[in-house]
């Protein structure tokens, strides 16, 4: 069940859910539309193979930035932030997607889903569209609908990505590899 207008403003009320700074004209009739935070990393095109069971030191593929305002150039892929910090509970999940005006603008957004009881900000991966397109943080990009489990998690969400703060570049597990 996608959770409308009302029973989000309940949740939030009773601090069940998180939306932090909120702002009303971001909540709709179907989920909450997110901001744009002030931070982007942008992928390098660099020669060097990142492996994604050796390299170490990735933020020589990744070029961090912090402003108020951004160019996405055609076909680039960059890593953003939301303004807002989230907090879902264990019963909830969330399905994030790019607002259609911006999709119109030819930005795509290839996945956004955000586990039961994660909390923080969210990255997101954006991709450029056929023009360059200027962005300002605080701008309402993101739509995130959110939808009730038929069974609340026991445990909440206790990923690598748990509380984060701004652009979170990859974390690659080197004790993970699959043989």
Known sequence: MILGKFEILQLIKSG??????????????????????????????????????????ITKFYKKEVDFSFVIDPGERVLVCTLEKIRLPNKL???????????R??????????????????TVEIVGGSFPIKLYATDRVFHLALAEKL???????????QNQVGVTLPFLDFHEINH
């Open 151 to 161: 069974t609340a998690s026991p445990n909440a969400y206790g990923g690598r990505y």
């Open 93 to 103: 999940v969330g399905f994030l997607n790019i607002r259609s005006t911006y999709a």
């Open 16 to 57: 069940e859910l998180l939306i932090d700074p909120l702002s009303e004209m971001c909540l709709t009739e179907d989920g909450i539309d997110l901001r744009l935070g002030k931070e982007i990393a942008r992928l390098r095109n660099v020669p060097t193979i990142l492996d994604t069971h050796r390299t170490k030191d």
């Open 105 to 122: 603008t030819g930005l795509l957004l290839p996945y956004g889903f955000v586990n039961s009881g994660f909390q923080g900000q969210l």
